[in-house]
């Protein structure tokens, strides 16, 4: 399976789906208004995805979205309380670290 996203508004707002690679059709899964930007779980069964406050425009929060959900039933991982920092994921090789 694939994450992929799109802004089809030109809002700098973006879909996120899933991709089934073994029938080539996307899943139910649709996560609207993130950054674009998505790092799976480790298990492949979550995605962790940041969304963007409406006055700043600025990735301040970060949601888990457990595939075969939906958005609404999302949970909120991580808010930035400051307006002045972006908030963005990225999945780190653990060899990084040793």
Known sequence: MQAWSA??????Y??????DWAD???????????DGGVVWSKDAKQLLLTSSSTTTHRPM????HRLGTKQADDTLVYEEPDSGWFTHLMRVPAAAFA
Do not use: A, P, Y
């Open 7 to 12: 802004d089809t508004k030109g809002s700098e």
């Open 14 to 19: 973006f879909s996120v789906r899933v991709r």
């Open 24 to 34: 080539s059709r996307d899943r139910d899964d649709l996560v609207e208004e993130t």
């Open 61 to 64: 929060q970060v949601w888990r």
